[in-house]
């Protein structure tokens, strides 16, 4: 069975394209032979910064036939009033090289049509794939694409030439004046020349002894061997010596080369004196050098992953050279910004703009230092947390941004914070103060970390709050895909430390006055709800929590545990049932105003019933949920089923005796109340569709 | 290989690869990229080959000759090739070799590196070329410039000269480069680096630079009028180069330099449209005739 080789050959992609060139290629090949109905075993992708290169085995030669209904002229038109046929009857049979005799007539849901049932003979795959490759390669997207020379196609850097072999036949085609071929070309310097493949079979092995390892995995192999092996020289020296991969610099590094050959080179101890978080920015941001750590410290050594194995000693010499430039620069800058201090770089803030509809970054400082001791304050007072020192919180708050305008950061802006961190330490502020201005910028992702300590939560809850309201204030409020002052992570971020660090802190009263508040409130709830579902809770069971009170997220996670639990009780399902009923009620026959049940009104035996156990559980409920525990709560709700379904079996609401609806109506909304301290049940979705959802 | 040499093979080289041998331009930029030879020229349909020493002026770098790899005013050897020649990346590696950097030797690496200038309304995409770990050429197809979508497509190569020559000589320092056998690049250069670093950060009259930013502009804007694009398109020069230094002053609020950069690319858009007009009615004279 013949296999099928497409290589792009192209000028050096973007290491970040590689990867999703391939998967794209990979799935349009798939649905390419499908749809054409070309069987084939399996697909392999290759890539590397020349060439992205799919390859498809064990392939049909042809595709398979296929019967065909092709539909025609409607009856009415293809008939005339005796039932011979007419001329668009005898013009669709010749169009399709059928005659009229052999015409069938095929209902369908427009109505009646003429129709032809043919047998397909299946193409030659070659003549398939001739067709279709030009649009598979010119269809790859890219983030930014290019032109180039004269051509008018775009792709992410040149095209230089294409492979594409069916068996040992050329597929031919063209795209903008380039022909496919047979014709490859292997490492840039170490195999320079052109390489005919025969077969696609050869491809991956021809490639290799050109010095060119397609196989994007294997070159990751290699690079991580060759690490541990420069590890295992430098062990014999020093105990404990370990090496630490960084796995996104491994995929980038694996796709910027094509030949990977791991080398060690060296740099002055001095630069050891700096942070270590600048010496290891500048190795691994700049230059994509693996940095080599000892039980934590790092060693005065670097790995380099090289495109090439000729000359070691220059190639390593020149890369000394230029991180001697790199660490020697970053020296310069460490001394030279720490001889401004802290408090004159906050003041420097006044002439930066933070948002030009809101203003200045010393005006965010101002507000962030407001805004953080509100916060102390508040948790200090509810006193669940560890008691906070507020003079700490406030020095924090003002020195969160002061890095910003060091040379440094101007330098290596994935250092905010982190030299805020080391400029503040080194000028004598506290760990906690240093801490928090490390930490506030956490998290830097949707998921990711949050801040350990307290203060450092709070400096990042302020610190993005004043952002989500300063915003909203000015109109720059997310929609869509469009969200520029990324305030969705933001928000995010809020929810997530709140929750993680269990601080007792109300959106609402966080939000404090704003104009916007509804709109933020609603924002907020969003990114609670993306939380919770997060963690794993249900979305109807989120549903249900939120909708009953959102505005205290970590009580809003307590309350999602525990109806999660209590879910998996038979009886919760028919419960939210009765109580959809409930609410459904109330919701088109409001209460002009909640009134207390008259119990001289009641009338029916259920009535009493239901009104009796009410009053029994209230104060056990309330109690519990005052001391949050809703598991409890929840089941000693449940108990009401029986009586809540036997009022709705013997007992009509919405009768005409506007006093006896009246009553019935607060009866329902006594229950409704007690519910809600937990959750709306009606907005749980019933098993049977749940269920039904899954196919 | 002393500094001048490397200039005089890359202008030997490049030569010989059919680059007309400009000179660079008498009015202050910021790179090799803002001389009419690239600017104006890769506009349009005809066809352009020119190569140049550019002296770029960017006030903000200077480091008052105490920084070893910082300067307010250096040197790039430009090249502007259009339409991009399909040989294009192999043409560079032999200019290399033409400067004593085989490439057979040495880890050269094509690493993405996309180009935006705010100023000039143009942007491309392309590469830093890293040779053994260091950066020493910016490689560019232009896509857009002057607001302009091109075609054909142009590709401009920069060499940082002292980034290379440094690199030759093996100097830590750019003021310790061989510019000849018996000058360094430092005593050419220091005293420069000192004194503008002053007048840059310290001295400039920033009501004088305001003062030209202003007329600098008008003058443009008459030029255009005028349908002048190479007098208007050196004012606009001119008014960048004041707002550089006004910005080295820090004269200008970050809220103010959004409006000044957009000041100065409306010019830069507006000299392109009327240059390419201008070009237009003369019939594109640099298209050869069947």
């Known amino acids: 069975m013949p296999d099928l080789l497409l290589e792009i050959g192209t000028e050096e992609i973007p290491a970040g394209y590689i990867q999703s060139g391939l998967k794209q290629m990979r ?14 075993k399996g697909i392999n992708t290759y890539g590397s910064p020349r060439r992205l290169s799919i390859l498809v085995t064990g392939m049909a030669t042809s595709q398979m036939d296929a019967d065909v209904e092709v ?13 011979n046929p007419t001329k668009a009857a005898e013009g669709f049979a010749k169009s399709q090289g059928a005659v009229v005799e052999n015409l069938k007539i095929k209902t369908t849901p427009k109505g009646e049509y003429l129709c032809v049932e043919k047998h397909i003979k299946g193409k030659a795959a070659i003549e398939v794939l001739r ?4 649009g598979l390669i010119t269809n790859i997207y890219f983030p930014k694409s290019m ?66 390892i397609v196989d994007i995995d294997k070159r990751k192999e290699i690079i991580a061997a060759g690490i541990a092996e420069e590890a295992q020289k430098q062990r014999g020296m020093e105990e404990g010596f370990s090496y630490d991969i960084n796995a996104d610099l491994l995929d980038e590094v694996a796709c910027l080369v094509e030949y990977p050959v791991v080398l060690r080179g060296g740099f002055d101890e001095k630069y050891l004196s700096l942070p270590q978080d600048v010496v290891i920015t500048s190795m691994c941001e700049h230059q994509r050098y693996f940095p080599v750590i000892n039980n934590d410290t790092l060693l005065p050594y670097f790995l380099v992953v090289a495109n090439t194995s000729q000359s070691p000693d220059i190639v390593r010499e020149g890369n000394e050279r230029v991180l001697r430039a790199r ?13 401004v201090s802290l408090d004159e770089r906050v003041e420097q803030q006044k002439k930066v703009v933070w948002q030009e509809k809101v203003g200045t970054l010393y005006e965010k400082t101002q507000r962030i230092v407001e805004v953080a001791e509100r916060i102390a304050e508040e948790l200090n007072r509810i006193g669940k947390t560890a008691p906070l020192d507020i003079k700490g919180v406030q020095r924090a708050a003002w020195l969160c941004k002061a890095d910003l305008l060091t040379e440094m950061v101007y330098e290596f802006p994935t ?9 503040a330490s080194s000028a004598g502020e506290t760990e906690n103060v240093a801490m928090a201005v490390k930490e506030h910028y956490l998290p830097k992702s949707f998921d990711g970390d949050v801040p350990e300590t307290l203060m450092g939560a709070i400096i990042s809850i302020a610190d993005k709050i004043d952002s989500i309201v300063a915003c909203f204030h000015v109109g720059l409020i997310p929609t869509g895909s469009e969200d520029p002052y990324a305030l969705r992570r933001q928000a995010q971020g809020i929810i997530n430390i709140i929750l993680k660090q269990d601080l007792p802190l109300n959106l609402l009263w966080l939000i404090a006055s704003s104009e916007q508040s509804n709109q933020i409130l609603g924002f907020m709830k969003q990114r609670l709800e993306y939380a919770l579902i997060n963690r794993g809770f249900m979305a109807d069971t989120v549903n249900a929590v939120l909708e009953a009170d959102f505005s205290f997220p970590t009580d809003a996670l307590l309350r999602a545990t525990a109806l999660e639990e209590i879910r998996k009780m038979p009886d919760i399902e028919p419960l939210s049932i009765s109580f959809k009923r409930v609410m459904n009620i109330l919701k088109s026959a409001p209460l002009v105003k909640a009134e207390e049940v008259n119990e001289s009104t009641l009338k029916e035996e259920s009535e009493h019933k239901l009104y009796r156990s009410i009053c029994e559980i209230r104060g056990t409920v309330e109690a519990l949920v005052a001391k949050a525990d809703y598991l409890e709560a929840l089941s000693i709700l449940a108990g009401l089923r029986g009586d809540i379904d036997s009022f709705f079996d013997k007992v009509m609401v919405m009768v005409e005796d506007p006093e006896l609806r009246r009553n019935r109506l607060s009866l329902l909304n006594e229950i409704a109340t007690l519910f809600l301290k937990v959750a709306d049940l009606s907005m749980l979705r019933q098993a049977d569709m749940s269920a039904s959802l899954k196919f | 290989m002393n500094f001048q040499d490397i200039i005089l093979s890359l202008q030997t080289f490049w030569s010989n690869h059919g680059c007309l041998i400009a000179q660079p331009y008498d009015i202050e930029v910021g790179a090799g990229t803002f001389n009419p030879h690239t600017f104006l020229r890769v506009l349009g349909p005809e066809p352009w080959k020119a190569a140049y020493v550019e002296p770029s002026r960017r006030p903000t770098d200077g480091r008052y000759g105490e920084n070893p790899n910082r300067l307010q005013h250096y040197y790039q050897f430009q090249v502007i090739l259009k339409p991009s020649p399909d040989d294009v990346q192999d043409l560079y590696l032999q200019s290399l070799i033409r400067i004593g950097i085989n490439p057979n030797e040495h880890d050269i690496r094509f690493v993405e590196d996309d180009w935006e200038s705010p100023t000039l309304g143009a942007s491309g995409l392309g590469w830093e070329v890293w040779l053994d770990g260091m950066e020493i050429t910016q490689f560019t197809y232009f896509q857009s410039v002057g607001g302009l979508s091109l075609f054909p497509v142009s590709v401009e190569l920069t060499y940082g000269l002292e980034r290379i020559a440094m690199y030759i000589q093996k100097k830590d320092s750019v003021f310790d480069l061989d510019w000849t056998d018996r000058i360094k690049y430092g005593q050419v250069h220091h005293q420069t680096e000192v004194e503008f670093s002053r007048y840059n950060f310290e001295k400039a009259d920033t009501e004088m630079w305001f003062g030209l930013f202003e007329k600098y502009e008008q003058e443009s804007l008459r030029c255009i009028k005028e349908n002048l694009p190479f007098p208007a398109y050196d004012f606009c020069l001119k008014s960048s180069h004041a707002f550089n230094m006004l910005d080295a002053r820090s004269a200008i609020s970050v809220t103010e330099r959004t409006g000044y950069i957009a000041r100065v690319r409306s010019l830069a858009k507006k000299c392109a449209a009327t240059y390419i007009k201008e070009r237009e009615e003369a019939g594109f004279p640099l298209i050869a005739k069947e």
């Open chain 1, 27 to 40: 799935e349009a090949m798939q649905s390419l032979l499908q749809g054409e109905r070309i069987g084939f």
């Open chain 1, 71 to 83: 539909l025609g002229p409607p009856k009415a038109a293809a008939y005339d009033k005796q039932g």
């Open chain 1, 131 to 134: 067709k279709n490759l030009p």
């Open chain 1, 147 to 212: 032109r180039w020379g004269t051509k008018e196609i775009r792709f992410a850097r040149p095209i230089r030439w294409i492979l594409a072999l069916f068996d040992s036949e050329v597929i031919p085609f063209e795209i903008d004046g380039i022909s496919s071929d047979r014709i490859t070309y292997g490492h840039r310097f170490l195999a320079p020349s052109p390489i005919t493949i025969s077969h696609p079979k050869e491809y991956v092995s021809a490639m290799e002894k050109a010095f060119v």
């Open chain 1, 327 to 339: 660490l020697s620069d970053a020296a310069f800058f460490w001394d030279s910004d720490r001889k």
């Open chain 1, 415 to 423: 250092l905010q914070g982190i030299m805020g961190y080391h400029y």
